[in-house]
């Protein structure tokens, strides 16, 4: 046996005694994951909320919206660009089309009047709320047949995840 092998061998948790019930309960929670993965790969949320909201949109303009989000301190096109890892023309082209369409506003920024600062209009924190409401809609009916303990251990467990990522 490898020293390698040894070592990740030794640093394997134990596997977990395996049940019948934990058995169904690991393929309910496999089939809801592989639900959700090819929702998201598809991007069903985004795509319904454009249909109900502004069906000429593409989802590249949800994408400009949710980096809005994360982006800290101004929020101007180079960082909208940056955020989104794209060519800082291509993101000019996408928040040009999103003023025009009333999704968001150019402001100045307070710290230079000569910049341009973008904002979410109120169209715009309409479709956001549009994306959320799908999102949620489609979670309550990929968990509808989940007992309400296990949708609690499995917020509780992504909880810890999260803070250990």
Known sequence: MSKLHSIATAQDPPA???TAIAEKDLARVSDTFSRMRLMMGK???????????MPDLEVMHLDVLDAMRRIEGE?????????????PSRGSRLVSDLVSRGVLQRVASQEDGRRSLLERTELGDRLLMEVRIVKRSVLTSVLEDW????????RCSSKIRHRLL
């Open 43 to 53: 991007r069903v949320f985004g795509r319904a909320a454009i249909a109900k909201t």
């Open 75 to 87: 929020i101007t096109v180079g960082a909208i660009a940056e955020a989104l890892r794209i060519d």
């Open 16 to 18: 977990p005694k395996s």
């Open 147 to 154: 007992p309400a303990e296990d949708i609690e251990n499995f």
